[in-house]
């Protein structure tokens, strides 16, 4: 792990001192009961693959550090979640996020791997008005990982509600909620209105980045630009690492990854003209993509303001 990544993890509070991982497993297996009540193969998988990812890091502590922040601030208004944790799996048992990264195609190497730089932040939107009472019930030595804004758009609706509309297993397949949510948005009346939250997450991509609707584009998610990396032969840390190079235009690391795909590409028997077509249209893409996890957040937090609204 990068030297910074570690002096940061070294400075993270921990409540639970030698014990943390088996913890942060107890509480992540009794959520993932709640959320899942039968866990499918595909969420045995996933978690165990994250484990695999918290244990090499060390960074169990760091899990049940956000967990404990955002279930204080739960206590009193409900914290809206835009931070690369919506990606995670283990962060979604915990109650971190609510969005399920397997139904939202997040990958958790967005949120944690072995060629971070630094810990990712928890950076979470509150209610105007609410951001100082908010910050009272945290520890001081919380406060370093932590991001803490108000947005007026945020509904101050009562943390029991909307806990308990969480709480529900929501399958957000309601279409009159999805139609008013969309209205809400001011959207084109002409517009289909929304069949599925997939459909009302592109509705706010669009509403909140019009200049990507008119352009032709390959990928809108950052999420795919990775899962087409992957196909093309880089690892899941690795596409994430060349995503990241491509959108902050960082040739050394670009040409760094560019050579590992290469490589793996003429193991696999393509030619390389191939490949760096394919690579010169993810790097042109990749500057015009966001991230769907963040976006699905904003739609689930819609409907649940659509849904209590009435």
Do not use: H
């Not at 943390?159 to 929501?170: D, S, V």
């Not at 309601?174 to 009346?189: M, P, Q, T, V, Y």
């Not at 959108?247 to 696999?268: G, P, S, T």
């Amino acid at each position: 792990m990068d030297r910074n990544f570690l002096q940061q993890l070294e400075q993270v509070p921990n409540r639970y001192g030698d014990d943390a991982l088996l913890v942060l497993q107890r509480r992540t297996e009794e959520g993932a009961k709640r959320r899942f009540r039968r866990l499918n193969k595909a969420v045995k998988y996933r978690l165990a693959k994250e484990f695999e990812w918290i244990r090499a890091t060390n960074t169990a502590k760091l899990f049940l550090f956000w967990a404990d922040a955002v279930a204080s601030i739960k206590r009193i208004t409900y914290p809206y979640d835009c931070s690369a944790q919506n990606c995670s799996l283990v962060s979604y048992c915990l109650g971190i996020t609510e969005v399920d990264p397997l139904s939202a195609g997040g990958y958790f190497e967005r949120c944690l791997s072995g060629d971070r730089r630094l810990l990712p932040v928890l950076f979470i939107e509150v209610p105007k008005g609410r951001c100082k009472e908010v910050w009272g019930l945290l520890e001081e030595d919380w406060k370093t990982f932590i991001e803490i804004e108000e947005n007026a758009a945020r509904p101050d609706l009562p943390a029991e509600a909307a806990a308990a509309f969480f709480a529900r297993r929501q399958s957000y397949g309601d279409k009159e909620i999805l139609r008013r949510a969309a209205a809400s948005l001011g959207s084109d009346a002409s517009a289909q209105p929304p069949e599925t939250l997939m459909d009302l997450t592109e509705r706010i991509v669009y509403r909140r980045c019009p200049e990507l609707k008119d352009r032709e584009s390959w990928f809108l998610y950052q999420e795919d630009v990775i899962g087409a990396l992957v196909a093309a032969g880089l690892s899941c840390g690795e596409a994430e690492g060349m995503r990241r190079a491509f959108a902050k235009k960082n040739r050394v690391e670009i040409n760094f990854y560019r050579d590992i795909l290469l490589q793996r590409a003429r193991a696999a028997g393509r030619s390389a003209e191939e490949t760096k077509a394919v690579l010169s249209a993810f790097e042109r893409d990749t500057m015009f993509t966001v991230c769907r996890a963040a976006y699905v957040a904003m739609a689930q937090y819609l409907y649940m303001e659509t849904c209590l609204k009435g």
